[in-house]
């Protein structure tokens, strides 16, 4: 690895998301998944301005165990008018113990007049005193630049006299931040070419996504010299986020051949940004650069032949490097061939087989006409694909009828119930369930049902819900599509059902949905021979 | 306006997203916004391709009244082997009678053989022919040339020269496609550069975001010196999506001073993207920029005063320019001017009464915290207006109870089955009415108890239902958004109900939307004293 710093604030900056927020054990598991991921720099918080960070810090000395990362606390220069050793925070950022100390320095002449409330010159000298103790105390420092390029714009002088004090001082690196986000990369080229020239600083690059821009803004830096890149996982950040730190690195390393994280690391990229949105509660995603799961994911038919023989022609970069996978829809464009590849991705090997190749096109083609999609139910056909190679559909229990009644409640939410009848297992079941809506309802009325024959039901969970009114316009004709996506703690899966009923429709996808969580946990099917005796 | 051409392919190129699907019904309404954004050319899809395209550039004649935007049709050129005269799907392009016809050709050598499997001399051949050919029947045509940066880096001298042919046979614009995404901004701008002093043509831009770098890489673009952008609304499109139009649009603009769209549509910016999410059904992204829900949100607090003298230090652009609001997380800053400016638009001069326009934002600030959205239910806010400005909610009936159910039937689809019991006019009725869903069948009772006293309803008709389920992966807790449309045969309006019960939303969206109906035909309130009699 280079002298390269790649620099993770996702504690810090990227907890400024709205909505986000984070408990210590939250910060502790990222840090994790931050080193991991081979970053050099792990900026965990202020210790001292909230006790959550300074607990983050006394924490993570014993209980992280970093292979790549060094940890960095994150703090503000002295108070205006102080000793930098009589200011707490400053001490508090002394007594973190952390390797590396990033301070954050106002670059902007405004700033400093309207939100320091102090003169140019005593910033200056925050600056250098805070610096100065921090490394007698024997702490590497970086600076954070705030609002240095607005700053430089409106008074270019100033700006670049705060580098040049920082360097002087002892400060290893001084980031530039473009922190209102509105930068575009010709600006932040020439602006981080032009303080590289003029005060022989090392200078790194932070980012935010106002104007869309933080990656190319990053890049940019890097190409006129930065030397040491901020960013976060998933973007996350205040307003539209920071620079997204998986993106900037695969560009880097996998485009402009940098050697920045180890190639194994990046290749758990995908992982680990899920990991993350899962400890984070944000939901991730999917059209995410690299890691999304949509980010190599193709649709057009027309190009399934063309992709089956060079694959490269078709993406950008390999998603092996970034642990992510080629995906095919099968769309209504879809043809012969992305049937084929789609069956090899599920692991059916369906290229010896032309009639069944045929049979399945046609039959996925008469289904999309009605409205189904299997784009996006990927458990869905492979039911189908089964039924087509086995010559049965999986088959675990016989519904006789269903039924499901929503009452309306004065002063409460409305309550819904529904009565499953049906056989599993050579068992008549009739159960009912309570839900506070339809689908929650039946969910429970068919597991319940089921539950006796197959205990493994009571792992799954229905954790997503959509419902699509095809043809509007036409009224009490429109055909529904409900795609429901169960849960069984580990992985996930979607399915879907259509009808001109959207609770039938539900019970369709929850059908689906239920089958497919048992051939997954690899249930045996006892409804054969009831169904037999039946026949 | 300038000659630049603003290009919006959503409805092409962004419906290729995964999980987007799009009815001709969606189609028109998009083209509408997208008429409303004041972009130049409206791409609506490939007619002769598949039967939903031809249907919208038939209908788009009669029913679309386009004040800024061409219509641009989709297609390929020719097949290999063939006059451009005897492709019937070249004849549908012509046929399709749009104005401008965006021909897709191959410029990458590896595509033409391995996908056209033809030689480069006879693709070269069909792209002459087949511009010949559109032009003359009399329409423009521009020309994506597709995977050409890709296949400017394999073969320089063939991509360059399928610009010069294109630009030889009379098109108009060739937009250079980076079809795979993966290209970084200096990369694009120089590319560009070379094709514009090598060939003469007129040159576009068309990207991809897979190496999050679209917006950018299309101001690269322009930077160098191409007159025509491509974009989609919200960034739609396959795998990482296409360059955000709304985004180049505002950097071009704001930040560049080019004038593309008038300042007037580009402040109905934001209103714009989220109405198009909810006809794509695609939730809206908070971190967006410029349009996002985040997007001008600060976290306050250390910097609340110095926002307060001057924030446009904190802000890279003006939100009132794409119709967004700053907003601050724990004060009230933002939504009064749109209330007044919304309740200007129905009619109601609100400017005069501070009070009021404070008691309207706070009481839309709590219910969009519950999950309601009023940006495509303006009927649900003018009932909210109308009870705010006069002191109660318009009343016609009182509903005591409501039952819904639904049952399987045998080799038949499910039927739904409603029961209401209202009071309307002085009348008490209890209804039951069926439909092949239970909002079908709650419509049906509905309308059916409260006929009698209203005759005006029968004229009403359900046409549209979206379901949205927020807070996805908290399963059952889960809050679902119902929107109605419903329509009296001139003219439609759309309602809204939140709640963790589908059918109890459904429920109040109904009886939002049957009571504007009954405002809408100005009928008097015989209810109110009927109320007062139960008081």
Redesign the interface.
Known sequence: MSDFHVYDTTLRDGA???GLSLSVEDKLAIAGHLDALGVGYIEGGWPGANPKDTEFFRRAGDELRLRHATLAAFGATRRAGMKAADDPLVRALRDSRADVVTLVAKS?D??VE??LRTTLEENLAMIRDTVEFLRAGGQRVFVDAE?FF?GYRDNPAYALEVVRVAAEAGVEVVALCDT???????QVGDVVSTVLAGTGARVGIHCH?????????T??AV?AGASHVQGTLN?YG????NA?LV??VA?LQL?RGRDLVPAAALREATRIAHAVSEVT?V?P??????V?????????G??A??IK??PN?????DPEDVGNDMRL?VS?MAGRASIELKGRELGYDLAGDRALVTRITERVKAMEAQGY?F??ADASFELLLIEEVEGARPNFFH?D????????R?DE????EATVKLSAGGERAIVTGE??????ALDAALRGAIGQSYPVVEKL?????????????H??D?V?RVLIELSDGEESWQTVGV??????AS?EALVDGVTYGLVRAGVEQSEQSEQSERA
Chains 1, 2 share one sequence.
Not at 313 to 317: E, G, I, K, M, V
Not at 499 to 504: A, Q
Request: glycine share 10%; proline share 4%.
């Open positions: 400024q998301q709205e902007h405004r700033h309207l939100a609002h607005d209102n986000g509105g930068m575009l990369p010709d996504n106002d104007a869309g821009c933080a990656v190319a803004n890049l940019a190409d973007g205040e307003r539209t986020g997204d993106t900037v560009n485009k509660n939901p995603y999917s059209r995410q650069p690299y999304g799961a949509s980010a190599f994911t193709h649709k057009a027309l190009h032949s063309a023989v060079d022609l078709y993406q950008h970069a829809l209504d999609t784009e996006a519904v009828s269903w039924r499901v009644i929503t009452d309306s004065p939410e409305a309550l819904s839900g506070n809506g339809p689908v929650n969970d229905l954790i997503d819900y959509r419902v699509r009114i095809l043809d509007a316009g009224g009490t429109a529904i009808g001109h009923n959207i609770i039938e019970w």
